[in-house]
C-alpha cells in the first residue's frame, strides 16, 4: 500500500492496473471523502448519446484512405473526420483536396482566423468534410453534423465520447464510424471496457466490390502528394539557398542549375500524373467484375452516391444481424434443449 505523509508526499508508490470505479474508490479514500452522490444523466452506461448509432471499419492502414473516400462519396453528408496528429489532419487534406472532396482542415498551429473561416465554410456547405485534431472535439456547436469518423482510434475512451458527441445532438440522431487497423485492437478492446460496452461495435457495411478501384485511385493520388510534397522541398531550399546568398553579396553561378533541372524533371512528372488522376476522376467507377457487355446482368451499377444516408444503411445492417442472429437461436434450440436433458 501507499503511505501518504502530512505533507501530501506519497511514498513506497507502486504502480497497478485499476479500473475506472477502483480509482474511483481509491481517490475517493485519499481525500476521505463522506456521503457520496453519483450523479449519472446517461440512459446507459456508455457515456454516449442514446440516440448515437455506433459502427466501425476494420482493414489494412494503407487501405484507410480508400475507406474514407467510400465514406465521403458514397453517403454524402456533413463530415468530421478527426486524425490524432496535426500532421494527419494536413496529409488527409492534401490528399483528398486532390481528389476534389473540398475538405476543410482545422488545426491548433492554425491562425485563429483561419480557423473560423473553416468552420463557417462547414457550417454552411450540407455536404461539408472538415479534418480535425481533437481541438474541434469539445467547444464546438455545429448543427445538423450527419457522421462523426474517427481515421485513427482515440487515445482515450473520454477522447471517444466527445469526438462522437458532435452529431446526435439534443434531439437529433446521428453516426459515427471508427475506421481501424489490426494494430489498434488492443486500444480498441480496452476502450470498449472502459465504456462498459458488453458486445462488439457493429461493422458498418462497406461494398467490397468497389474498393478494388478505389484502392488504385488512391495509389495515383497519393504519388501525386508526394511528388508535390518534393517539388515544395525543392522550392523551399532554392528559396533558402538564394536568400541566404543575398544577405552575403554573393551572386550565384550557373554551376547551381542542376537543381532548378531536377525541379523541372518533377514538374514533367507532376503533370503526368495530374493527368492520369483527372482521367481516373472524370470517368465512372464501376465495381470489380462488372461486365461492359452484359451491363444488364450485373447487380450493381457505377459507384455513384447512394439514395440512402449512411444511418439508415446502418440501422437496417444492425436489424438484418439481428435476425440472423435470431433464426440462428431458433434453429439451435432444439439441439440445445436436448443437451439441457442429457446434462440432468
Same mark, same amino acid.
Given at each position: 500500500?501507499?503511505?501518504? %505523509?502530512?505533507?501530501?508526499?506519497?511514498?513506497?508508490?507502486?504502480?497497478?492496473?485499476?479500473?475506472? /470505479?477502483?480509482?474511483?474508490?481509491?481517490? !475517493?479514500?485519499?481525500?476521505?471523502?463522506?456521503?457520496?452522490?453519483? !450523479?449519472?444523466?446517461?440512459?446507459?452506461?456508455?457515456?454516449?448519446?442514446?440516440?448515437? %448509432?455506433?459502427?466501425?471499419?476494420?482493414?489494412?492502414?494503407?487501405?484507410?484512405?480508400?475507406?474514407?473516400?467510400?465514406?465521403?462519396?458514397?453517403?454524402?453528408?456533413?463530415?468530421?473526420?478527426?486524425? =490524432?496528429?496535426?500532421?494527419?489532419?494536413?496529409?488527409?487534406? /492534401?490528399?483528398?483536396?486532390?481528389?476534389?472532396?473540398?475538405?476543410?482542415?482545422?488545426?491548433?498551429?492554425?491562425?485563429?482566423?483561419?480557423?473560423? @473561416? =473553416?468552420?463557417?465554410?462547414?457550417?454552411?456547405?450540407?455536404?461539408? +468534410?472538415?479534418?480535425? %485534431?481533437?481541438?474541434?472535439?469539445?467547444?464546438?456547436?455545429?448543427?445538423?453534423?450527419?457522421?462523426? +469518423?474517427?481515421?485513427?482510434?482515440?487515445?482515450?475512451?473520454?477522447?471517444?465520447?466527445?469526438?462522437?458527441?458532435?452529431?446526435?445532438?439534443?434531439?437529433?440522431?446521428?453516426?459515427?464510424?471508427?475506421?481501424?487497423?489490426?494494430?489498434?485492437?488492443?486500444?480498441? !478492446?480496452?476502450?470498449?471496457?472502459?465504456?462498459?460496452?458488453?458486445?462488439?461495435?457493429? %461493422?458498418?457495411?462497406?461494398?467490397?466490390? +468497389?474498393?478494388?478501384?478505389?484502392?488504385?485511385?488512391?495509389?495515383?493520388?497519393?504519388?501525386?502528394?508526394?511528388?508535390?510534397?518534393? @517539388?515544395?522541398?525543392?522550392?523551399?531550399?532554392?528559396?533558402?539557398?538564394? @536568400?541566404?546568398?543575398?544577405?552575403?553579396?554573393?551572386?550565384?553561378?550557373?554551376?547551381?542549375?542542376?537543381?532548378?533541372?531536377?525541379?523541372?524533371?518533377?514538374?514533367?512528372?507532376?503533370?503526368?500524373?495530374?493527368?492520369?488522376?483527372?482521367?481516373?476522376?472524370?470517368?465512372?467507377?464501376?465495381?470489380?467484375?462488372?461486365?461492359?457487355?452484359?451491363?444488364?446482368?450485373?447487380?450493381?451499377?457505377?459507384?455513384?452516391?447512394?439514395?440512402?444516408?449512411?444511418?439508415?444503411?446502418?440501422?437496417?445492417?444492425?436489424?438484418?444481424?439481428?435476425?440472423?442472429?435470431?433464426?440462428?437461436?431458433?434453429?439451435?434450440?432444439?439441439?440445445?434443449?436436448?443437451?439441457?436433458?442429457?446434462?440432468?
Amino acid at each position: 500500500m501507499e503511505e501518504v %505523509t502530512k505533507n501530501g508526499k506519497i511514498l513506497n508508490r507502486k504502480i497497478e492496473k485499476m479500473t475506472p /470505479q477502483q480509482k474511483i474508490n481509491r481517490l !475517493v479514500n485519499l481525500i476521505g471523502m463522506t456521503d457520496i452522490k453519483v !450523479v449519472d444523466i446517461t440512459t446507459h452506461n456508455s457515456g454516449t448519446a442514446e440516440n448515437l %448509432t455506433e459502427s466501425r471499419i476494420t482493414c489494412a492502414l494503407e487501405h484507410k484512405d480508400a475507406h474514407l473516400y467510400y465514406i465521403l462519396k458514397r453517403h454524402p453528408g456533413r463530415t468530421i473526420v478527426f486524425c =490524432n496528429s496535426i500532421n494527419s489532419v494536413k496529409r488527409l487534406a /492534401q490528399l483528398f483536396t486532390l481528389l476534389k472532396c473540398r475538405p476543410l482542415p482545422l488545426h491548433a498551429n492554425m491562425a485563429q482566423r483561419q480557423r473560423i @473561416k =473553416n468552420l463557417e465554410r462547414f457550417r454552411d456547405d450540407p455536404h461539408g +468534410v472538415l479534418v480535425a %485534431t481533437d481541438v474541434a472535439a469539445r467547444g464546438l456547436d455545429i448543427p445538423n453534423i450527419n457522421h462523426v +469518423v474517427h481515421y485513427t482510434l482515440p487515445r482515450t475512451a473520454e477522447g471517444y465520447v466527445h469526438r462522437s458527441g458532435r452529431t446526435a445532438r439534443a434531439s437529433a440522431e446521428g453516426l459515427t464510424i471508427l475506421i481501424m487497423d489490426p494494430s489498434e485492437a488492443y486500444n480498441y !478492446v480496452k476502450m470498449c471496457r472502459t465504456l462498459n460496452k458488453t458486445s462488439d461495435i457493429p %461493422t458498418f457495411p462497406v461494398e467490397a466490390a +468497389v474498393l478494388t478501384p478505389l484502392k488504385e485511385l488512391m495509389v495515383v493520388a497519393r504519388d501525386l502528394e508526394a511528388l508535390e510534397m518534393k @517539388k515544395r522541398k525543392f522550392a523551399q531550399a532554392q528559396g533558402w539557398k538564394e @536568400k541566404a546568398a543575398r544577405e552575403m553579396d554573393i551572386i550565384i553561378d550557373d554551376d547551381d542549375v542542376p537543381v532548378k533541372q531536377v525541379d523541372s524533371s518533377i514538374e514533367k512528372a507532376l503533370k503526368a500524373k495530374r493527368r492520369q488522376l483527372e482521367a481516373m476522376l472524370s470517368r465512372p467507377i464501376y465495381p470489380r467484375g462488372f461486365s461492359f457487355k452484359y451491363p444488364t446482368l450485373n447487380d450493381t451499377t457505377a459507384f455513384q452516391s447512394s439514395e440512402e444516408n449512411a444511418l439508415q444503411v446502418m440501422k437496417k445492417a444492425i436489424e438484418s444481424g439481428q435476425l440472423k442472429k435470431e433464426k440462428r437461436k431458433s434453429k439451435n434450440a432444439p439441439l440445445l434443449q436436448l443437451q439441457k436433458k442429457l446434462k440432468q
